[in-house]
């Protein structure tokens, strides 16, 4: 079974550009999740996706990130215009939901100069 | 929502058997207990899941007790490829998932 993709794997671009990162979850996942881990820390979550609907996007920095997943399958996150404080690595995970186990992809690392 | 507690760091050798507590004292019903595995430069990876009392896979075994206050992760027989963070992490899959720092656990030859 195919795992979580995601594409860019590395992103450098400098402040006030705009980036925006995709991801293919596993086949069947109704739940899909963003997250961004800056060096040391544990991954916070930005947002939340069950289906196409948004369960939760209370720590997504909304004046400058935006997330949408069309269909209920692929997602992509957008970061504009993005400042120096947003390098960091940027996972999406799936998982069937309901708190079952969360599938992650290999991330994406932004660095913002 | 049930915030997780867990050792900072910890240390091991090679062959000994590792367990890693995380306390969730306002663990809810719906709630289930998730560790994860992550190494550098990789996202996290699912290691084991349960409700209550034990649960064992190929890789390890999760012990939870009664009240559900709690839970040890158990690595049998450590080798320095299970140097990584490990994550705890509760939750019933709706609002608020939270990740802690994680418990760095380093396996020395």
């Known amino acids: 079974e195919a795992g979580v993709a995601q594409s860019p794997r590395y992103k450098i671009i400098e402040k006030r550009q705009s980036v925006a990162f995709w991801c293919n979850p596993i086949s069947g996942h109704a739940t899909l999740y963003w997250y961004q881990q800056i060096l040391g820390q544990g991954p916070k979550l930005l947002i939340q996706f069950q289906n196409n609907g948004v369960v939760d996007d209370s720590q997504l920095p909304k004046d400058r990130f935006s997330a949408e997943r069309l269909k209920g399958v692929d997602s992509t996150l957008k970061i504009q215009p993005a400042k120096l404080e947003d390098s960091a690595v940027y996972l999406c995970?799936?998982?069937?939901?309901?708190?079952?186990?969360?599938?992650f992809g290999p991330g994406t690392r932004l660095t913002v100069l | 929502l049930a915030k997780t507690t867990q050792p900072i760091s910890m240390d091991s050798y090679e062959g000994q058997e590792v367990n890693i507590t995380c306390s969730h004292n306002?663990?809810?019903?719906?709630?289930?207990i998730t560790w994860y595995q992550q190494f550098p430069s990789q996202g996290p990876r699912f290691i084991i899941q349960?409700?209550?009392t034990k649960v064992t896979n190929e890789v390890a075994s999760l012990f939870i007790p009664a009240d559900r206050k709690s839970s040890t992760l158990s690595l049998p027989r450590v080798s320095l490829s299970d140097t990584a963070v490990y994550y705890c992490?509760?939750?019933?899959?709706?609002?608020?998932?939270?990740f802690g720092a994680g418990t760095r656990l380093f396996v020395k030859a």
């Open positions: 992490l509760v939750g019933d899959g709706g609002f608020k998932t939270i």
């Open positions: 349960g409700y209550k």
């Open positions: 995970a799936s998982s069937l939901g309901g708190g079952r186990a969360q599938y």
């Open positions: 306002n663990i809810a019903t719906n709630d289930y």
